[in-house]
């Protein structure tokens, strides 16, 4: 069975810094999809960044970033010029890609605090 | 376009009582999952759906949880009798179908279940 830890409960970083979220995964599999969800206080869980395993560049949305490390089963984000309103829970997610289920298994989370 | 819609948001009910959540997809969605966050932990998925066919609920207690999905589009997860235990955030998603590619899950807001 897929595992995905989060050692990292809460973190805090001054506003316009940057500030990295780690994770990592336990599989066997070869192929597989990692994400990271934000989950804003009160309000729905929200996909920050997608990678599939099989690319080897690291995926990049505007100032969030991953560093996607395979053979370590390692996938941190980076959040660059931190904003307010990136306050949440962040969490780290796996989808194994064989078979007909789309199950996302979910890390602990990280809540991530943005200081004016 | 209309996100993911549940009802009711909030739910306070005593042990061993019934309690039921409803979960209206995004349009033209065939996929549909409930998840379970307890308080402290990452959602969890209970049951996916593909239109109305069950396709994972590997992980839904049977014995006192059951979920449906009439006709391919809103959705009824139900909980009888309660235990203290499932006091949870209880999440719908919805994803479009596209064959072999993964999709972005896109969350509703979520039922809080408060089991007393």
């Known amino acids: 069975a897929q595992t995905v830890t989060q050692s990292q409960p809460e973190m805090s970083v001054q506003e316009a810094e940057t500030v990295t979220l780690s994770c990592t995964y336990d599989t066997s599999e070869n192929n597989y999809y990692l994400f990271w969800y934000k989950q804003p206080p009160s309000r729905q869980m929200i996909l920050v960044i997608r990678?599939?395993?099989?690319?080897?560049q690291n995926a990049t949305e505007n100032r969030f970033s991953v560093n996607f490390q395979k053979a370590a089963k390692s996938f941190s984000l980076k959040i660059s010029d931190s904003q307010l309103g990136d306050t949440a829970m962040y969490f780290c997610?796996?989808?194994?890609?064989?078979?007909?289920?789309?199950?996302?298994?979910f890390g602990k989370g990280t809540k991530l605090t943005v200081n004016p | 376009e209309a996100g993911v819609a549940q009802s009711p948001r909030y739910k306070i009910i005593e042990k061993r009582q019934s309690v039921a959540f409803w979960c209206n997809p995004i349009s033209g969605h065939a996929t549909l999952y409930w998840y379970q966050q307890i308080l402290g932990q990452g959602p969890k998925l209970l049951i996916q759906?593909?239109?109305?066919?069950?396709?994972?609920d590997s992980q839904l207690p049977k014995d006192r949880f059951s979920a449906e999905r009439l006709k391919g589009v809103d959705s009824t997860l139900k909980i009888q009798p309660a235990k203290l235990e499932d006091s949870a955030v209880y999440l719908c998603?919805?994803?479009?179908?596209?064959?072999?590619?993964?999709?972005?899950?896109?969350f509703g807001p979520g039922t809080r279940l408060t089991v007393l």
């Open positions: 990678q599939e395993a099989y690319k080897q």
């Open positions: 997610a796996f989808m194994n890609v064989r078979g007909g289920s789309e199950k996302l298994v």
């Open positions: 998603a919805s994803s479009p179908w596209t064959g072999k590619i993964k999709n972005e899950q896109f």
């Open positions: 759906f593909q239109n109305n066919g069950v396709v994972d």
